[in-house]
């Protein structure tokens, strides 16, 4: 859900991730996930896990060479100073 402090998340990570040549794109999508029930809470991203396809399916993978660019994208997520209080 779009909500002011996850707004600002958003706005961290592209930040982050134009640090480090990558081209973050917001999308909507159905299903579920923890992000569901944390959002309501406090600020959520979700969808910054692995980079690859076939979700939970038996032809499920992962493109190796883009995990370290996530690694890099979540430590810069993590230090990043807190964000503001609504």
Do not use: C
Request: glycine fraction near 10%; avoid cysteine.
């Amino acid at each position: 859900e779009v909500t002011p402090r996850n707004s600002q998340l958003w706005e961290v990570a592209q930040s982050a991730g134009e640090a480090l040549g990558i081209s973050l794109e917001h999308a909507m999508a159905g299903g579920g996930s923890d992000a569901n029930t944390t959002s309501q809470y406090t600020a959520t991203l979700d969808g910054l896990g692995a980079v690859g396809d076939g979700a939970h399916a038996t032809h499920e993978f992962v493109y190796l060479d883009k995990m370290v660019e996530r690694t890099a994208l979540l430590t810069l997520l993590l230090v990043a100073p807190p964000l503001e209080q609504p």
